[in-house]
């Protein structure tokens, strides 16, 4: 899938080994789910996204460093 993605959207030229995978691997599964059930509209909207996210890094800007500690609740917040 990620060839055949990259050969229909020349905007992926944007992206990183790692921001590539996360796009292909998100296509594949809303590929197959909009084919199971038949509704396209997520899988556009999830296209359109990744698309948009194409146009920032063209314009040159970069992903934001997420935090998995803190995003995994294994912070603390608040007073202790």
């Given at each position: 899938m990620k060839d055949a993605l990259?050969?229909?959207f020349a905007w992926t030229a944007?992206?990183?080994d790692e921001a590539l995978?996360?796009?292909v691997g998100e296509m594949q599964k809303w590929v197959f789910t909009a084919k199971d059930l038949g509704a396209y509209d997520t899988l556009l909207q999830v296209q359109a996204s990744w698309r948009g996210t194409a146009e920032a890094y063209a314009e040159g800007l970069t992903p934001v460093e997420v935090d998995?500690?803190?995003l995994s609740g294994a912070a603390?917040?608040?007073p202790g």
């Open positions: 990259r050969s229909l944007v992206f990183d995978d996360r796009y998995d500690e803190y603390a917040v608040g």
